[in-house]
């Protein structure tokens, strides 16, 4: 039977930026199926519906602990002023997903 889990990943927005001023911080969430590691729907604190639609794209249907592949989706299609910031919350829902599934790989 699967099992879905909800995992975040927090991070600093960049100054000025009107996630910050909106949230104070920056979210990504992931709804992820804890059978195969796939990220079934995923959505961040984005304060454009655009912006939150194509970082959902980036993510759904990939595997959360394949880090890698997913710093580079990142790295070479989402240009947007919060990019540090997406990856850094990537990497703190990564670090809370392994450590509760107990996994290193995907």
Known sequence: ??????????????????????FGI????????TDSHRILDAECSATLALTKSFVSGLFA?????????????????YHGS???ALLAALRNAVVKYRSIV???SG
């Open 61 to 77: 249907g990939e595997c959360i602990t394949d880090e890698g592949r997913l710093t580079e989706r990142i790295t070479t299609r």
């Open 102 to 104: 107990g996994s290193t």
């Open 1 to 22: 039977m699967s099992t879905t889990i909800l995992v975040t990943g927090e991070a600093k927005a960049p100054s000025g930026n009107p996630i910050t001023t909106q």
């Open 26 to 33: 920056y979210y990504v969430v992931f709804v992820v199926d």
């Open 82 to 84: 919060s990019q540090r």
